[in-house]
């Protein structure tokens, strides 16, 4: 069975500083597509990062940067240079290869940069 | 914008009267998803459509119920509302492949009195 699990229930930090979320997951398949969502306070989720099994390479965009490890089953997700706008819930999330996404999240990282 | 649309945004009903959710979107995606999210807690899916497939998960409850009339219009009918089902439900869709991204809606916060 397909599991997420993101460990910190909740970060607070002051803004500026480097804030990482961790991920954890767990599936037999050896073919899986790994994604991260934001879900700030008016509710709508948000994508963010999409990674499949077979790209370990870590991407950068703005701010955000995504470590993806096979070797630890980990996508960690990293804001570097923290903003009151970046607080939000965030979720981490696995889905199978076949056929139409079946989405399994994390229980979520409620994350509060305070200014 | 395209978009993933949901009305109302709060819906209030009392225990047991049937209350209808709906969603259109824009996108003209294959798919599309209920979830349900309960304070503090990650989304759940109910079910999902592929076209015109209808896909229930396991452990959804016979209270709730879907229709989905053409590709930009879904509906969640709860039957009869208990206390327990008093959640934010989003809806989602996407294109068919797994890799795709699911495109959320604001959703609809359901109070059950």
């Known amino acids: 069975a397909q599991k997420v699990t993101q460990a910190q229930t909740e970060i607070s930090v002051v803004e500026k500083e480097d804030v990482t979320l961790d991920c954890v997951y767990e599936?037999?398949?050896?073919?899986?597509?790994l994604f991260w969502y934001k879900q700030p306070p008016s509710g709508e989720l948000v994508f963010l990062i999409r990674r499949n099994s077979f790209d370990e390479q870590n991407e950068i965009s703005g701010r955000y940067s995504w470590n993806f490890q096979k070797s630890t089953s980990s996508f960690n997700f990293t804001i570097t240079a923290s903003q009151v706008v970046d607080s939000a819930v965030y979720f981490c999330a696995l889905s199978e290869a076949e056929g139409a996404q079946k989405l399994v999240f994390g229980q979520g990282t409620r994350l509060t940069i305070n200014p | 914008d395209a978009m993933v649309i949901q009305n109302p945004r709060y819906q209030v009903t009392q225990f047991g009267k049937p209350v209808t959710l709906s969603c259109s979107q824009t996108?003209?995606?294959?798919?599309m998803y209920w979830y349900q999210q309960k304070s503090s807690q990650a989304p759940k899916l109910l079910f999902h459509?592929?076209?015109?497939?209808?896909?229930n998960e396991a452990d959804t409850p016979d209270n709730f119920q879907s229709r989905r009339p053409n590709t930009s219009f879904c509906f969640l009918d709860i039957r009869s509302p208990g206390l327990g089902d008093a959640a934010m439900y989003l809806c989602?869709?996407?294109?068919?492949?797994?890799?795709?991204?699911?495109?959320f809606g604001p959703g609809t916060r359901l109070t059950v009195l």
């Open positions: 459509y592929y076209d015109k497939d209808f896909n």
């Open positions: 599936t037999r398949d050896t073919t899986y597509y």
């Open positions: 996108l003209n995606h294959n798919v």
């Open positions: 989602a869709t996407s294109r068919v492949r797994a890799y795709n991204e699911q495109f």
